[in-house]
Nanobody, 114 residues
């Protein structure tokens, strides 16, 4: 059974940076295309960044140029570097495969506020 453990969230001022991590267990991480998702209060969960097995990346327009997704297959870990954070980035962030087809972890809260 695949499990995701997200970490690295916190409270940051607008313009600040955070680096999220997601450790994946119970699967052969290196064969999956992976994604970072977020869910803001009252909104649906959305895919914000995706990385393929071959390390090609895609981003939602709202985060393009500010967020960078990466992966370390040896550590079975997915990362999301978030720069120039905005209040509208406030959400709980989750990782999953690119289809969101696995069970969800607890997520990590990111709050952008002055």
């Amino acid at each position: 059974q695949v499990q995701f453990v997200e970490s690295g969230g916190g409270l940051v001022q607008p313009g600040g940076s955070l680096r999220l991590s997601c450790v994946v267990s119970g699967s052969i991480f290196s064969i999956y295309n992976m994604g970072w998702y977020r869910q803001a209060p009252g909104k649906q969960r959305e895919l914000v960044a995706r990385i393929t097995v071959g390390r090609s990346t895609d981003y939602a327009d709202s985060v393009k140029g500010r967020f960078t997704i990466s992966r370390d297959n040896a550590k079975k870990t997915l990362y999301l570097q978030m720069n120039s954070l905005k209040p509208e980035d406030t959400a709980v962030y989750y990782c999953n495969d690119e289809l969101g087809s696995r069970g969800w972890g607890q997520g990590t809260q990111v709050t952008v506020s002055s």
